[in-house]
């Protein structure tokens, strides 16, 4: 796919791999057999927005909500996101993973990416969500008990999330249409984009239709 096949393209994708577990069942097997392939979509949608030159992503990983799930699946989504991670430090990556390091739910594979790290020449922002909670972002806010807040763009500097920027459009597999919590302040002004298929049935093309589909949006954050 040719970049000037685009007359803009997004410099931030949030990305929400949804539909792992439907997609097992559809295949004949348990559902925590698939989270281990939504792994190597991610490495294809990597290599597809970096041709095109954005600039960042972020994708969603589990939230601190999904390790109500059975035992089994919290496991599999577990080594699922460590995997992702990995697959992405053979390229030109810059990674940073956010979420609650002090849980015992959270990967300890993953705590050397408490700080962004950068792999080869760098070349996107990488942000994965990995046992990752909206509250839990916004605790830094809800802390402040009557202190004043910072004004504008300053508020950034006290969420659990601020290393990421501004979300211009965010990309949904598996039908539903709902943020589930993902980055509630850098999503306030994004486009949201519903893919039905399955994330381990990630094809090029699903990109592709959402890019075409945002050339047509009025982006005016609100002017």
Known sequence: MEANKFSRVPKHIGIIPDGNRRWALSQGLKKEDGYVNGVEPGVQLYMAASDLGVEEMSF????????????EQTKAFQRA???AVNSLTNL????????????????????????????GKGLMRINFLINYGWQWDL???????????????????????????RIDLIIR??????????LPVQSVYADFYI????????????????LEWYQTQDVTLGG
Do not use: M
């Not at 594979?109 to 792999?119: A, D, G, I, K, V």
């Not at 605790?139 to 920027?165: E, F, H, M, V």
């Not at 597999?173 to 993902?182: A, V």
């Open 60 to 71: 969603y990983g589990f939230t601190q909500d999904n390790t109500k799930r059975p035992s």
């Open 173 to 182: 597999w598996g039908g539903r249409r709902r943020l589930s919590g993902f």
């Open 195 to 210: 893919v039905d298929d399955y994330w381990p049935d990630f094809k090029d093309e699903h990109f592709y239709e959402a």
């Open 81 to 83: 996101c460590v995997a």
């Open 92 to 119: 030109d990556a810059s990674i940073l993973v956010v979420g609650d390091y002090s849980s015992p739910l959270f990967p300890k594979e993953l705590e050397y990416f408490n700080q962004r790290r950068t792999f």
């Open 139 to 165: 605790r830094s806010i809800a802390d402040q008990d009557g202190t004043k807040l910072p004004a504008g763009n300053k508020i950034y500097n006290i969420l659990a999330s601020r290393d990421i920027s």
